[in-house]
């Protein structure tokens, strides 16, 4: 057997496919009605799935571009949801449908750009040792795989919890967890090896 | 430590994660929704587009019957393309199916834009000339035989892998560019993720920001970062690709950085270097990061695979 045919586990879990959602936890909005609330021009539910999907959108970008810019990308992302919002087969599969779309956009970012920054630039004219320590944090994450990237993303930028994060991106929680432990400890190491040198 | 706090904010608090929390939480998004334009959702307009959709249907349709003649009565899987004027970058030209064993030839005015299956998409540049070999649920293959392409891939590992002359890219997953010249002769660039370059056997890895040449004579070279020097390059290209190699060992070794840790970690698998030449090379490594004690030098000199991948993630912290 190959090196890489034993580390393609390891190194590139997969995030993208857009499994079947869990049937809905106590207390879970239905996110299926709320699309079709969308698709027949309710503007509340569109504030609902904003509301439930933003931040796990922004986090995906800002796991690929600078953080001055996801902002103004996770608004395209949500707009250009909306747009092909009656292409979507399994409305209750939104998260992954959405977090697919902020992929490509930050692809299409990228491609335009044709350069990323390692350092981000976002925090540079701002001043003091936090600021720096969320450049060299930021740059640290972006470096792990996507998987753990985005998580990480999630839960230490926009602040959801596991569970949360599990329900939007309709992971399980399991694949959440692991996600988060593993990524966290890698992100310990990169960020003490800095530290060491 | 706590990994209840971690998960879901419960549980004594792990002061790294609370920290981290302070000091990344001034970028969480907290903006309000997009305005939602007045059009969307309106019965008219959905009628509109729908009607649009099928008629460009069955415009697709008709024009492929044209442009291809006969085609088999059972659907092929194909994939969606197409052919953009560099121009003016208009994007309204028609789309098109690309099934297995079809080319795509892309002139100085065109460049094409492909949706790979449900796992990404390839640019394709100008003067390029691209073959779907296969699609499927195990593989989906592409044959650039010249020009440039650039690959959105995310998916599990080995699911996408395009062929060039010189070796074959088997992608790991993320983005990256891959150019053939007219003499067949590759160069791999990874952006983001991880690509491995394979021919014989050898295999070589590439991670995000690190590149790699390839000869169609002699296959591929060992991968280096972005970063590394100009010395490092030239005596790369001397030992991958030279007639005379002469001390280009030497010089490779002499010219790494902790940086460059991957490409000397590449080399431990080098067809073309004995084991006292990776001795060598491992002597360097051992320079910039002491083995983990779970390691043995024999095991890597013997390129166990579980070491050398155990090395590579030790490494990886580098890189």
Same mark, same amino acid.
């Given at each position: ?31 299926? =009605? ?58 209750? =599969? ?104 | 430590?706590?990994? +209840? ?44 587009? %729908? ?35 560099? !121009? ?50 195990? !593989? ?22 395009? +062929?060039?002359?010189?070796?074959? %890219? ?20 990874? !952006? ?10 050898? !295999? ?49 070794? +002499? ?30 490594? +051992? ?33």
């Amino acid at each position: 057997m190959s090196v890489d045919a034993r580390s393609t586990a390891r190194h590139c879990p997969r995030v993208t496919t857009v499994p079947d959602p869990a049937p809905l936890a106590r207390g879970e909005p239905d996110v299926a =009605a709320a699309v079709a609330a969308v698709l027949s021009g309710d503007r509340e539910a569109f504030g609902l799935l904003h509301g439930l999907f933003a931040r796990m959108v922004h986090a995906i970008l800002l796991a690929r571009v600078p953080a001055r810019e996801a902002d103004d990308l996770t608004q395209d992302v949500f707009l250009t949801a909306l747009r092909k919002l009656d292409q979507l087969k399994n409305r209750a =599969a939104f998260g992954p449908w959405v977090a697919q779309i902020a992929r490509n956009r930050a692809y299409d970012h990228h491609r335009r750009s044709r350069r990323f920054d390692t350092l981000p630039a976002e925090l540079a004219g701002r001043g003091g040792a936090d600021a720096l320590e969320a450049r060299e944090a930021l740059a640290a994450i972006r470096a792990l795989p996507a998987a753990y990237r985005e998580t990480l993303m999630m839960r230490l930028v926009e602040g959801m919890t596991g569970p949360e994060i599990a329900a939007r991106m309709s992971m399980t929680p399991g694949s959440v967890r692991v996600n988060l432990h593993r990524g966290m400890r890698l992100l310990r190491d990169a960020l003490g090896q800095k530290e060491t040198r | 430590m706590s990994d +209840e706090y971690l998960w879901d904010k419960t549980g004594a608090p792990d002061p790294e994660v609370e920290h981290l929390e302070r000091v990344l939480g001034e970028a969480r998004f907290d903006g309000p929704p997009p305005e939602m334009p007045v059009t969307s959702g309106r019965p008219g307009l959905r009628f509109a587009v %729908a009607a649009a959709v099928l008629i460009g249907i069955g415009a697709l349709t008709f024009g492929l019957a044209i442009d291809r003649g006969a085609r088999p009565e059972t659907p092929q899987p194909g994939w969606a393309y197409m052919l953009v004027p560099v !121009e003016n970058g208009d994007r309204t030209a028609e789309a098109r199916t690309l099934v297995a064993g079809d080319w795509i030839e892309t002139d100085a005015t065109t460049r094409a834009d492909l949706t790979v299956a449900d796992i990404g998409r390839v640019d394709l540049d100008p003067d390029s000339r691209l073959q779907l070999v296969r699609t499927g649920d195990d !593989e989906h293959r592409l044959r650039l035989e010249r020009g440039r392409m650039q690959a959105l891939v995310d998916a599990p590992p080995r699911l996408f892998v395009t +062929e060039t002359p010189a070796g074959d %890219a088997v992608d790991l997953g993320c983005l990256y560019t891959l150019e053939v010249d007219e003499a067949g002769n590759g160069l791999l660039v990874v !952006e983001v993720g991880m690509v491995m370059y394979e021919r014989g056997g050898y !295999e070589a890895f590439v991670p995000a920001k690190a590149r790699c040449e390839a000869r169609k004579d002699k296959g591929m070279g060992t991968p280096y970062f972005e970063t590394a020097s100009g010395a490092l390059r030239a005596a790369l290209r001397r030992l991958d690709f030279g007639d005379a190699q002469g001390n280009a060992l030497s010089d490779v070794i +002499e010219a790494c950085t902790v940086r460059d840790t991957l490409t000397l970690w590449n080399l431990l698998q080098h067809p073309a270097l004995d084991q006292a030449a990776r001795g060598r090379v491992l002597d360097r490594i +051992e320079a910039f990061k002491e083995l983990p004690d779970e390691l043995t030098r024999d095991a890597v000199l013997d390129r166990d695979a579980e070491t050398l991948l155990s090395l590579r993630d030790a490494l990886g912290l580098y890189w």
